[in-house]
């Protein structure tokens, strides 16, 4: 069990330092448009041309044919490691333009193929990663923090402050929230910088993702508080914020690690619904829930499932973090008895 | 199953006379004058499966205001005159003949003997009178009533004698008998006495049965099953037929079936669930293109449609508004040579490339090709050229800065944004194409995508936005629908709503042009009027004009007489001469 | 029954404070009904303006709101906008639809996930408790709009199931046997979704509760003492392990009538969810407001029944209860 955890944690720290260093990882600009390519399939490396096998792979330029591309023969472009492209910031600070595989110029190097507007798709996932993935886990600390802890409180306290906040969390799950987003939308002004954005998604899905887990701990809190152990250490005159804290909020974990799994991929999948509201994140940025609406195009489901590329991510993020918050639970279990 | 399934699909959409579900036709008597369609021919029998957006609101014609609920009613109605949507002219429908006036203020129609509504009722010019004071009644709010409204004063209606009936207009209109079309003839004997109760409003809603609702259209109502579909079976006395004197319509019944967005409706369509789709966008098309060697759809591209799609500035008078971020940037957006820049950095060929997949057409001004009646050809289409937009900006004032950014005249960044609506994945498109066009000049575009309310609320309401992508048109080639949106004191006048007066010298100009034709009776004349307008628009730019999409429609290779056309309803409009091929025929026509 | 008589407040509080609040957003939101028709240039906006008014759309929000209690305390929950027709008969044909479908899936899943979940808990860091559940991780980490595409994307490409709709075009025809098996048909992939999408949750809470349980002393003492396996788990450790299943399936109660809208909008499903997405986006106010008030009742029911159970199973609660009052 150890193993698999070590290896879990090896591929979310692989995972975070794609999405950290994706200036360099990302061998295109992701806004940059090319519209003599849209819709082409990823491009192939080739190792081996009529004078035979080579070590370093290179591609072909792409042509328009009758179906799509074909790759025009006579031109061919090798794929270079560690070359200077387009200049991006290195963690936001340092100025840069060196990446890690390119292809000489003119040639085009697009690993997952490129999207409507000709825009390198693989680098369009990288970056919208950074983006969704960060989002996705601050709305959830956000949403289970206010959850946990309205839950607790209500849980514990029961009587009147239980009735009181679970009337709460009945009536935020009740709500028409499509018109509150239209109505928030109208309130903001028209343009907002990518960061206003970003902290605008997570507080609109913390807000109205809070009263599903606070439901669900407060259930847990009901049977804690009524352990052994609790009335004992009341009984040793420990205060509320202290028995809340030493000894139900242990019996929540769990809840919340499960919960904090599951959300995460939740919200980062909400921000499509968001965008039809003008709330997410604008072009040209790219961001998995932006890139997301195409999982409705039918023209996509069966022409050009490479971009299919973002939810294809979303699931490999989703299961890591499922994974890992299953080794977490285990060890919690084992910890408890 | 699946085979099963299929089996029955394919039985159910052959025509087979033994399970023909429809009432017979009535023979045609002598008594009835029945339009003849000289070229149509077809046989009877068959069901007609088609998608829809979504379900219909309502079968009432006059409260109907929403698309699909248009569509439906529209087959079970009939209008005096009709515009013959292949051709683009009006033709007689109910009224067999008419004649004008000298002076282009009355008409006189004969309307048709004999005929019958779809539940066996006489029609005559009973039915016509109180069909128009239904439209003309205030208390009802029909939207039709704004056509028959010229100057403020409304058209007034008498009848002659049993077949015939007299329009009054205020004034001479224009092409007046092209109002007819879209205005149904409802049953007297059915409406008067919920009209009388004030209850009009809530008849022919969907719980309505169809023994309450009687037309004149090709089709009446069988059922209806909420949120799934509608069944309209033939109009047993429909007042057309064809080259061998049979009554049309051929098809024992047409099925909506609410199936949802245009991605569904194809889904739907390859399964073989329904038979035809009315508009398509350009990549399902090329979709069942690719396929078409194995299913044999009939695939038509009818040529540019008659909507333009344009990117708005707003030039709004805002002194009483706290919008003065939007007041700072009208400077730039009210200077004639910002918006020529603009134009001239648009590329418009990858607009019509990778937004319409090359089925479509660019546009400089707001009558596309697609419009052969009305079309000036001698708009000049001036190429993309950064080069002549980076000249006009300097020669207005404008600069550049050390990163490459468009400074105006006072030295501040220009940087603005673009809403659009979120639900138009091509106009979204077109956003982000054209914000990376301006970034070549220097600009800073935002893409706002907005939902649709959201939107309209700003441009018409609130003016709380720079500039945004919208599209209009596409009901009818002439000018007179057109009006409000060109006069300046026109409701659809969207750069500058509520003007009192025009605000420029080339508005008052366009505003005169305008009423000029809506009077003219002659078309020449009024080709050359409008053509004016047209040079006006396309030199000053209250819309940046960008382009229109082809009409795509698709349907079942057993379809016949399936003949799209460029004016809504493309696929609908010659419902009575659909007809459902037998396998033979359709082999014989691959 | 102080409990019972401080729950009915609460409900009726609940009602009050959603139907406030759901008047609030809408008058927030921007753009009304009619404003579809500003873009038809033919028609004016004095017509739109008194079309407004005989909706009552231009009258001040407490005007509005106060008629819509009034008439709501006669069960007359007003008029839609679209469909010129009372709100209720219009909520409740497609409601019947959503309940029909939700009904379906959670039996399904809960008749799954309990037995499977247990199972697996017995079965104890075997292989086949390993293996399942890793797929569940995999699956409960999918977000529903990605589960709801991939199922569509087979069904359509291997054209298995037919999709859309709740029944196929000549439904009239068919006996009561074989429209019931057509219906069944067409609910198959929302079903099969919904299950999917719900069932990797509770088949992992009930086994981490079941486990946890396991290992408690009284559990092995049962054992010493030689009861059987089987009225072990049933007498003795499913009603302890019960609660947090018990929070899920008052939610999943309470999520009757609103928790499939997504996979009815894709799935092409007759149900309450499009309706109601629909009607929001065209502003059709007291539609909306009527189907927002329907699921607050079923919401409230769920979380009634939820509670009850949750106070029957663990006793420990109702005795904390007695001790404070």
């Known amino acids: 069990m150890n193993r698999k955890a070590s290896i879990l944690i090896l591929a979310l720290a692989a995972l975070h330092l794609a999405l950290l260093f994706t200036g360099f990882l990302a061998p295109c600009d992701p806004i940059a448009q090319d519209r003599d390519l849209p819709y082409a399939p990823p491009t192939r490396l080739h190792f081996r041309d009529t004078s035979g096998w080579h070590l370093r792979p290179f591609v072909y330029a792409l042509q328009p044919g009758p179906d799509g591309y074909i790759e025009d023969r006579s031109q061919s472009f090798l794929v270079r490691l560690m070359v200077r492209g387009n200049k991006y910031k290195l963690l936001g600070l340092v100025p840069l333009d060196w990446h890690l595989i390119g292809v000489d110029q003119p040639g085009k190097i697009a690993l997952l193929g490129t999207d409507e507007f000709g825009r390198d798709e693989f680098s369009r996932v990288l970056y919208g990663g950074q983006i969704s993935v960060a989002a996705g886990i601050l709305a959830t600390l956000v949403a289970l923090t206010a959850g946990a802890t309205f839950g607790v409180v209500a849980g514990y306290y029961g009587w009147i402050v239980d009735e009181a906040l679970m009337g709460a969390t009945e009536l935020f799950l009740c709500l028409p929230w499509l018109y509150f987003l239209l109505g928030v939308r109208a309130f903001l002004p028209l343009h907002l910088s990518a960061t206003r954005t970003f902290f605008l998604l997570t507080a609109v899905i913390g807000l109205i993702g809070w009263a599903r887990p606070a439901r669900l701990v407060r259930g847990i809190v009901l049977t804690a508080r009524t352990r052994n152990y609790v009335l004992a250490a009341k009984g040793f005159g420990g205060s509320d914020s202290y028995v809340m804290r030493r000894h139900i909020l242990p019996e929540v974990m769990s809840v919340l690690v499960a919960q904090a799994a599951l959300l995460v991929p939740r919200y980062i999948a909400a921000e499509v619904t968001l965008s039809f509201f003008g709330l997410g994140v604008n072009e040209p940025t790219a961001s998995w829930g932006n890139m997301l609406s195409v999982l409705q195009r039918y023209s996509v489901l069966v022409s050009y499932q490479w971009l299919l590329a973002p939810a294809v991510a979303l699931v490999i993020t989703s299961v890591i973090y499922g994974l890992l918050a299953d080794a977490l639970l285990s060890r919690l279990e084992f910890q408890s008895t | ?590 | 029954m102080k409990y019972l008589a401080l729950r009915l407040i609460r409900a009726v509080l609940l009602l009050l404070g959603v139907s406030v609040l759901c008047f609030l957003f809408t008058e927030m939101a921007p753009g009304s009904f009619f404003d579809e028709m500003r873009l038809n240039p033919q028609v004016s906006p004095d017509t739109i303006a008194s079309l407004r008014s005989r909706y009552g759309l231009d009258q001040p929000l407490v005007v509005r709101y106060g008629r819509w209690v009034h008439s709501a305390l006669r069960a007359d929950f007003g008029y839609s906008i679209a469909y010129n027709s009372p709100v209720a008969p219009l909520l409740w044909t497609r409601a019947k639809n959503t309940l029909l479908l939700n009904t379906a899936a959670m039996v399904l899943t809960w008749l799954i996930s309990v037995p499977l979940g247990v199972w697996i808990a017995t079965l104890r860091r075997s292989a086949w408790d390993r293996a399942i559940d890793g797929l569940n991780s995999i699956l409960i980490s999918l977000p529903e709009i990605v589960v709801a595409v991939a199922v569509l994307a087979i069904v359509v490409r291997w054209r298995v199931l037919p999709v859309g709709g709740m029944s196929s075009v000549d439904q009239d025809a068919l006996s009561h046997w074989a429209r019931a098996r057509e219906i069944a048909t067409r609910m198959l992939l929302p079903v099969m979704i919904l299950t999917l999408v719900e069932a990797g949750i509770i088949v992992r809470h009930v086994r981490a509760a079941v486990l946890e349980i396991l290992d408690a002393p009284f559990v092995q003492a049962g054992r010493a003492l030689g009861i059987s396996n089987v009225r072990l788990m049933l007498r003795h450790v499913l009603p302890v392990a019960a609660n947090p299943i018990i929070s899920l399936f008052g939610l999943s109660l309470a999520g009757l009538l609103s928790g499939s809208l997504l996979i009815e909008a894709i799935c092409g499903w007759p149900g309450l969810g499009p309706l109601i997405l629909d009607a929001t986006l065209a502003r059709d106010l007291y539609l909306v407001i009527g189907g927002i008030m329907l699921s607050t009742l079923f919401m409230l029911g769920g979380n009634l029944i939820a509670d009850a159970m949750l106070l029957a199973c663990d006793p420990r609660i109702r005795t904390g209860r007695a001790d404070e009052s």
């Open chain 2, 1 to 590: 199953m699946k085979f099963t399934v299929r089996l029955a699909l394919l039985v159910c959409l052959i025509a087979v006379p033994c399970l023909a579900s429809g009432p017979s036709p009535e023979k045609p008597n002598p008594g009835e004058e029945l339009f003849r369609a000289d070229q149509t021919s077809g046989h009877y029998g068959g069901n007609l499966s088609i998608g829809g957006r979504a379900e219909p609101k309502t079968f009432n014609p006059v409260i109907a205001t929403d698309a699909v609920s248009r569509e439906i009613t529209g087959r079970m109605m009939a209008d005096l005159i009709e515009i013959n949507r292949a051709s683009q002219q009006t033709e007689p429908a109910l009224a067999k003949s008419w004649k004008i006036s000298p002076d282009g203020r009355t008409f006189t129609l004969q309307l048709r003997k004999g005929i019958r509504f779809s539940d066996g009722q006489p029609f005559d010019a009973d039915d016509v009178v109180f069909s128009f004071g239904l439209y003309l009644d205030k208390n009802v709010d029909a939207p039709q009533r704004d056509l028959l409204v010229i100057d403020g004063k409304p058209l007034t209606v008498t009848k002659v004698d049993r077949y015939t009936v007299r329009f009054s207009l205020p004034r001479p209109y224009a092409s007046a008998e092209r109002l007819f079309d879209g205005l149904a003839m409802l049953p007297k004997h059915l409406l008067e006495k919920p009209y009388r109760e004030g209850k009009f409003v809530e008849t022919w809603s969907l719980n309505a049965s169809p023994a309450e609702i009687a037309g004149l259209g090709p089709f009446r109502l069988k059922q209806f099953v909420p949120g799934q579909r509608v069944v309209l079976e033939r109009n047993p006395y429909y007042w057309k037929m064809d080259s061998k004197n049979q009554r049309l319509p051929y098809l024992d019944e047409i099925t909506f079936l609410f199936v949802g967005t245009e991605d569904a409706q194809v889904m739907r369509f390859e399964a073989g669930e329904t038979s035809m789709i009315s508009r398509l966008g350009s990549e399902n098309y090329n979709l069942l293109a690719h396929e078409r060697d194995r299913t044999h759809a009939q695939l038509v591209d009818m040529g540019p449609s008659l909507e333009y799609n344009f990117l708005l500035f707003t030039q709004n008078d805002l002194s009483d508004k706290k919008l003065d971020g939007i007041a700072r940037k009208q400077k730039w957006f009210r200077e004639l040579k910002f918006r020529q820049a603009v134009s001239a950095a648009i590329d418009r060929d990858s607009i019509v490339r990778m937004v319409y997949g090359t089925r479509g057409v660019a546009l400089w001004g707001n009558v596309g090709p697609g419009n052969k009646l009305w079309l000036n050809n001698a708009i000049p289409h001036p190429q993309r050229s950064l080069e002549n937009a980076r000249n006009l900006l300097k020669s207005a004032g404008f600069s550049w800065n050390q990163s490459g950014n468009l400074l105006d005249p006072a030295g501040a960044e220009v940087e603005f944004s673009i809403i659009t609506s979120s639900s138009n994945a091509q106009r979204m498109k077109m956003a982000t194409l054209l914000q990376d066009d301006l970034s070549h000049l220097g600009m800073q575009v935002h893409v706002v995508p907005l939902e649709f309310r959201a939107l309209i609320d700003r441009v018409f309401q609130s003016f709380d936005y720079d500039a945004a992508i919208m599209g209009l048109g596409g009901g009818d080639a002439d000018p007179n629908p057109e009006m409000n949106v060109w006069i300046s004191s026109g409701t659809s006048h969207l750069w500058h709503l509520h003007e009192t007066e025009p605000a420029t010298a080339w508005e008052r100009e366009v505003d005169e042009l305008m009423q000029q034709q809506m009077i003219t009776l002659d078309y020449g004349k009024r080709k050359q009027l409008y053509d004016r307008v047209q040079e006006l628009i396309a030199e000053q730019l209250p819309f940046i004009f960008l382009a229109t999409p082809n009409i795509l429609a698709a349907a079942d290779p057993r379809v016949g007489n399936f003949h799209p056309a460029s004016l809504d309803p493309y696929t609908l409009w010659n419902a009575d001469e659909l007809y459902i091929r037998t396998p033979m025929e359709s082999a014989g026509v691959r």
